[in-house]
């Protein structure tokens, strides 16, 4: 099948779901996301996202590791474990 015949395809069966209403579309985001874990927009923060840049220029170790049983202790957690 050539691309244009698969095109083709694929609107022929986007236009039937339309035709029976059952076509979904995608829309914009509104309201407060509890569907994700991002539902505090850390992921969206700039202020984040150039926290993250800095700690990981100094070498700190970001991620979604595991335990620090299985991991290993850092200095990083026992500075943040200091302040609280």
Do not use: C, W
């Not at 927009?41 to 970001?62: D, F, N, T």
């Amino acid at each position: 099948m050539s691309l244009q015949g698969l095109f083709d395809r694929y609107e022929a069966t986007l236009n039937g779901l339309a035709r029976k209403s059952r076509l979904r579309k995608l829309s914009s985001r509104l309201g407060l996301d509890f569907a994700s874990n991002d539902y505090l927009g850390l992921a969206r923060s700039k202020r984040m996202a150039e926290a993250v840049g800095a700690a990981l220029a100094a070498g700190a170790p970001i991620g979604a590791t595991g335990s620090r049983l299985l991991r290993g202790n850092a200095p990083e957690h026992e500075a943040l474990e200091a302040k609280a």
